[in-house]
């Protein structure tokens, strides 16, 4: 039977849950990141990653669970991986008129959402640390009005 990648990764995600457990402590270190691919054999199924056309590759939003009482990373609780698609290249400028739920930028509250439903009562003692990228007033709302 074949395995696909989203049940291998939430195997681990559970297992991140099950870790954290043992902790009074988390936080959870939240973050996009881009894998650029140079290689033209991989290039034609890949998305832009940068503001430069020729620049193809795949992003990953990931929540790495972190414990400060022992100082070392938990696990990893969520991740999503994504290919933007090369005909929207171009188009940013037409933000604005899009949902908040079909920006790229959901992609936080998401995140949290699904690590929130991994954690049950252990959200509570989640300390969530972004960077600049999250400073959206959806996911910030969404932050603030679920603890």
Avoid at 43 to 50: A, Q, Y
Wanted: proline letters at 5%.
């Amino acid at each position: 039977p074949s395995v696909s990648p989203e049940a291998i990764a939430e195997a681990g995600f559970t297992a991140t849950a099950r870790a954290c457990e043992a902790h009074p402590l988390l936080l959870a270190l939240e973050d996009t990141t881009t894998i650029n691919f140079s290689h033209s054999t991989a290039f034609d199924d890949l998305g832009n990653t940068t503001t430069n056309p020729k620049t193809r590759g795949l992003l990953a939003h990931s929540v790495l669970m972190y414990a400060p009482d022992s100082a070392l990373p938990v696990g990893l609780i969520e991740q999503q991986r994504w290919s933007r698609a090369t005909d929207t290249y171009g188009v940013k400028h037409q933000r604005k008129e899009r949902p908040y739920e079909e920006k790229e930028s959901y992609r936080w509250q998401q995140a949290s959402e699904r690590m929130a439903e991994r954690l049950g009562e252990i959200q509570k003692r989640v300390i969530t640390v972004c960077d600049r990228e999250a400073d959206i007033w959806h996911y910030l709302h969404y932050k603030v009005s679920h603890g």
